[in-house]
């Protein structure tokens, strides 16, 4: 069941890079939530590939199709079964990976697991799997909309390999993260971020980065103790999005090196409620939020797939070497930045109707 | 059920700091196992208080007792309860606890979600609640004796505060962990760390740090597509223990830094089977275990409960002042270290019986 | 979540009678077993309306379509998504519905619950939506075909109204089952069952009955201690079917009137294995196959839907009258036999994987 | 986990007839609902042995004792852990029981599943086990008592072998019921069945019976489709328990013999509400409860445990005669009525969390 995701805001994401398509069936939304096929393409057209000349050329328009649990424009309360078509497909693209495994790729470890794999495209470890996840917390956000009117969360990029924004998380807006194809918090800087990129690809080589997130509004009381942290439910998330290595809550491994007289947060009452005065805690304490932002940090290694000859070996233990060809982004941070948003969305939703049922 | 963990091998931890005890129910331990107390209380020692002079001085032996699931030393592959009774309490203690919220811990939190908690000694987000994962994962070791009996779980103490460790982690030996009470791997410069651990706790102070794991002998093919990949097993694992703010796989934070062509993995035939040159994969491959060692470090803050006068705010919201009593450790990490192991096996456990029902 | 059904073997099924289809995601299949749509097809051609002529007329051919986790003939381990589209949609026969809720169907209760509904033809109580179970149930006895050839699960049409089939379930022949278009297990029977189903019909009326189900061949061991006994999971099951009132396992309630002397299956050594010498346990004890046939019946009760006028409340809770109009099975126990026999092996297999998991 | 039930209101039973003792731990109660041993120990009371001179004489008093979860008086949301010790041991009362399976009993399945097996008492398999369930559905009444005060739970022994009470569910009392040592809802014809019972244990021998079960004030609402249908989770929880064989709502299996003109029940408006004429249905419908009582049954086949000699076979596969000492019920019916309105509890009490978290 290593498909399906949440306790009662539960979702199966399903499908491989070339096929039948990617889908996602979300079993326990709440009903009446006003609920249409272009709320989610919003959010699809943000992770597609082709959106802008630093990521894959690879068309997909990944139109999504609602199939079930809406009616005359509402959630009825029973499964949502959401479907994106397969469309720009080149298994042809990828037949020496029939003969051989990409290093830092997941071919290898599939095969060593099920003793099959679907060689085109990467099957289910494509990024592609991802759109199930990016369409079910569009649902989300349209529950949230109505139930947390005030929350919001922005993810953005904040590092691509040694390029760092300079930004408080607390005052990134949206909006400006939206106004550059990079993502970038500070717009008036994504040129320089984008020129390497682009210098990046014409090596044939890639980068990484880090995705930072906010979530602003989000009250106090959701997570729970002890396994289900709400730190240790995105870390899952998190870390569950591919090509990402590493996670960290507030501050982090930073945080690491400050004595406890430093690092502690100080609670003031602010405006009639308890408040702390820094946010190391990064918005979670003891594994439940505190009413302060969120913020977390993700680590993307540099996409694997790059145009550069490597040396590995066939499937049948022969040395071999690989250039790859396919459509591939030199830099996988754009395009995570919806995903990263998802995972958050979808932590909320589950802990929101879990915190309801056990104290609402 | 965020008290519960694990699909197939489930634990389900219970118990307060102060109260009847903290204990923990296994459900699906597979039957046959070797298993008597002094197996789990071995490992139950290394994470208690008391243990040295670098630790809280809570004088507490920490006794387990198995209730079921146990006949004539084996286990019955029926609900394994373990039991350990609290004995040191002193919740005289905790009385400014009742009033006032400490900074940086859980006190505030919980009310907020609970509308109630227990003020002694921190109630359920006591790292005594760690106690049930030492001995639920005791027994998961006695398991892998038989099933994969090369498997090796090495964590230490990589970094304290601005101190770090220069190690190599397929080098370092649990020998050499346990030889020193900061379970430093590279024992000749321990003392140095014990220095600055007591330094810091004589000025009421408190330091972080960073608790490398390293897995030797996991076989290939441990891990799911896509939820529940072992590194986001093993992110949501950490960040579950109390204290802990980041977790990184292989290269990690580091590794967004370097470019693709320096970042992947290449393959190589080796004894026979398909190894990796290099691993900042960590071990893992889109999400499943590939053979290499698996390397992952934890953040940790710096305790909370320091021995310095903080200004907070009390239940009925008004600005306070506290200066904690209590009896507390001036670092969490060498009790931190059998936390991590103690994870760790709990999420391969898991991975190996779900691996074995569906590829088995 | 209340659409998922398995731990290991799980699936989420999804869809309205009227809408874009019904489906099935299945998470966790085994890898290797080979699959293609014409499997799975010949299940849902047993199911299907329009099958004979005792069965409710509405025309669906209900093709099955693979969309994902099946590459070259096999599974790949990673989910499969199955859909079939809605073809024969009537909106406008059920236009009363908007209005009025049916007596003894779900309109009422959807409501209650959801303060919405699908009024087009049921919505997600339709019985079509049991598409997806049959569909699930069709890839596991693919696997079952590979690791346990001899299973053999056979349902049938046990009672119709106060006609009893005599036979003996240890004797009955899937093959003779099929022969005839009630699923009576005594062929030369059905005719008479027939001509009380029409006779039924023609009143506008409508039958119950019991269907019988035995699974023979399987081995001792499967089902757990002691909430997923396998009785529980099976009765869970079948309760779970649309119509159905009662479940019973071996001797079940006429067993409630015999002394314990008598209704004891005394053991014996048989075939260098032990058995039992009656079968009055139905192949479960204490939770656990015994390796006897295991069998079970189930209570369906009469179709609510009815063609003649029924007195009824109005959405708006005014009295009002119904008379259905739709195309309705007058009996549901022939379409019922599949779907049975379908719930039977998705309690299997999760019960064949859970054990090989923890005692394989 | 097999021993764990529940999805929001989680619980794990623990525990042999011999050993440390048995217990239950529940992960997920909402906070501040008062508790304290007594309120358990009532219901426990109910259940244990030794209580009247038609059960058991073995001697267990059963205390309970809460070991974590509860502060004040009041619970903490936090798992709460309750423990009851094993005292009226007799292992040697089993000798026999290692050398060979007794008919009808559970030595032989689970040491086919487990290849191990506590053979003292009946291990896990003992009804013992249901003290845990018990315990846990006393907490739940607490619950209910604040947020559904109109909920009554009320079991009682329908039928002993071929002895029938003659009552209208709607009507029986829980004072009456309780006002005789058999449960029988018609107290002054409880003398006959007492009758029965004693004559059949002085012939070394057993009975078995139905337990009907009527909750009432349960809201229109509870229930979800399509697999968790608060049918089918009853069923799952009623064949969970030990010796039961069947179960029924409603019309049941009698209501097969109806025809749909019969069998519907229609709806009317009153005291402002939609209610049904009828109850066939036994309060549920689509899987959802209506709002009318819920009515179902439960077969209990005659206790397997009888004085007589019976034949059966050795663990070295032996022909064997066995005649059971230990001190057993002739009967389990009137023990079997807490037992089953715990179950009742702990289905409601998970489907009233889950219903508040989507749709309250």
Chains 1, 2, 3, 4 share one sequence.
Not at 265 to 281: C, E, H, L, P, Q
Not at 329 to 340: F, G, I, K, T
Request: glycine letters at 10%; proline letters at 5%.
């Amino acid at each position: 069941m290593g498909n399906t995701f949440g306790t009662l805001f539960g979702i199966s994401t399903w499908g491989e890079s070339h096929g039948g398509g990617v889908g996602v069936v979300i079993d326990g939304c709440p009903p009446r939530i006003p609920l249409n096929e272009s709320m989610i393409q919003k959010d699809l057209d943000r992770r597609r590939p082709g959106q802008s000349k630093i990521v894959t050329p690879r068309q997909e328009a990944d139109r999504c199709e609602i199939l079930s649990g809406v009616f005359q424009g509402k959630t009825l309360g029973t499964p949502i079964s959401i479907w994106v078509k397969n469309q720009d497909q080149r298994p042809e693209a990828y037949t020496e990976m029939q003969e051989m495994y990409r290093p830092s790729h997941a071919d290898y470890t599939y095969q060593a697991k099920f003793g099959i794999r679907n060689w085109e495209g990467g099957g289910r470890s494509s990024a592609r799997e991802t759109i199930g996840r990016v369409a079910a917390a569009a649902v989300a956000k349209q529950l949230f909309r109505k139930v947390l009117p005030k929350l919001e969360v922005v993810a953005y990029v904040r590092q691509v390999h040694a390029l760092v924004a300079k930004v408080e998380p607390s005052a990134v807006s949206a909006t400006e993260v939206e106004s550059n194809i990079v993502r970038w918090p500070d717009a008036k800087d994504a040129e320089r971020v984008i020129r390497l990129i682009q210098r990046v690809r014409s090596k044939g080589d890639s980068v990484g980065g880090v995705v930072e997130c906010v979530l602003r509004g989000v009250p106090a009381g959701l997570g729970e103790p002890v396994f289900d942290r709400l730190e240790a439910d995105l870390a899952k998330a998190m870390l569950s999005l591919p090509a990402s290595k590493g996670f960290e809550l507030g501050s982090g491994f930073a945080g690491t090196r400050m004595l406890g007289s430093e690092h502690n947060d100080a609670f003031i009452m602010k405006g009639g409620r308890v408040r702390t005065v820094t946010n190391r805690s990064g918005g979670v304490q003891g594994g439940i939020s505190n009413g302060e932002d969120i913020v977390f940090r993700v680590a993307f290694k540099p996409v694997a797939t790059i145009a550069q000859a490597q040396s590995t070996v066939s499937v049948s233990g022969k040395k071999a070497e690989l250039k790859a060809r396919g459509r591939h982004d030199p830099c996988v941070l754009p395009r995570a930045v919806p995903m990263v948003e998802a995972m958050a969305h979808l932590v909320l939703v589950d802990h929101y109707l879990r915190h309801k049922a056990q104290n609402g």
